[in-house]
């Protein structure tokens, strides 16, 4: 019973403002993704942009590549006996 008593403390502790203060990132980010370098905006963020672009990549065409597998198996008559 006590340790409820303390969960209102405890979650404003975790989720309050004044705890800490954090930097504001965006105006960096926004000079990154504004830099015209000639670099899509979907990489610019560096290697691991490029690493997850590639990955979503290969995913997604290994997921279509499984699906029309699938639906082609499941078009063809079956054989029977």
Same mark, same amino acid.
């Given at each position: 019973m006590n340790r409820l008593r303390k969960v209102p403390l405890l979650a404003r502790q975790a989720f309050g403002t004044s705890a800490r203060q *954090?930097?504001? %990132?965006?105006?960096? #980010? $926004? %000079? *990154?993704? $504004?830099?015209?370098?000639?670099? &899509? ?29 699938? *639906? *082609?198996?499941? #078009?063809? &008559? $079956? %054989? %029977?006996?």
């Amino acid at each position: 019973m006590n340790r409820l008593r303390k969960v209102p403390l405890l979650a404003r502790q975790a989720f309050g403002t004044s705890a800490r203060q *954090l930097r504001n %990132k965006v105006p960096e #980010a $926004q %000079k *990154l993704f $504004q830099e015209d370098n000639g670099l &899509p905006v979907h990489i610019k963020g560096g290697a691991v942009d490029v690493l997850l672009y590639r990955a979503t990549m290969a995913l997604t065409l290994g997921g279509t590549c499984y699906s029309l597998y699938w *639906l *082609l198996f499941a #078009a063809m &008559p $079956q %054989k %029977k006996g």
